[in-house]
């Protein structure tokens, strides 16, 4: 269970708190919690929707905290494969333009939005899941994931629209 959840749970806490080693300290204790609390276990109707809610109230708690420190104490993937077999060198750098685009879209979007998207599109759970835990209606994810979804392609095809002007523009001088 610990390899399997580790890595998406990681990263869904990372989302939260920005920063690598208080993200793995948060998921370890999510599992050694999950651990201790074993008896328990078949109380869980869904395992998956409770380590993310598990995360996301431990990151929630630990953003609570420090903003508390800092105001009272003195001054502080869509992993996509490219596919190499058969792949030309211009094919290849072209994914990995597109990659890097797709990449920087999805990081420009609103907070909650990027992590309702990467809930749905990296770590595959279903609007259901990702409603209960995220504590919103159906209603919203749906509608977050089509804003996401509309921002990435008006950014991407932006991309594309510059791109283009710029081939036209050499092109011309040459």
Known sequence: MYYLFYNKLFHFAYAFIKNKERAEEITEDVFINLWRNRSHLTEIKNLKVYLYTATKNSSLNYIAKRAHEITTAPYDYISIDIAEYDATPEQIMISSEMLKKLNKAIDELPPRCKIIFKLIR????RYKEVAEILSLSVNTIDAQMAIA????AMSIN??????SRLKEFI???N
């Open 149 to 152: 979804v509309k921002r990435i």
């Open 122 to 125: 990296e770590d595959g759970l």
């Open 158 to 163: 932006l991309e594309f629209k510059n791109l």
């Open 171 to 173: 092109s011309k001088k």
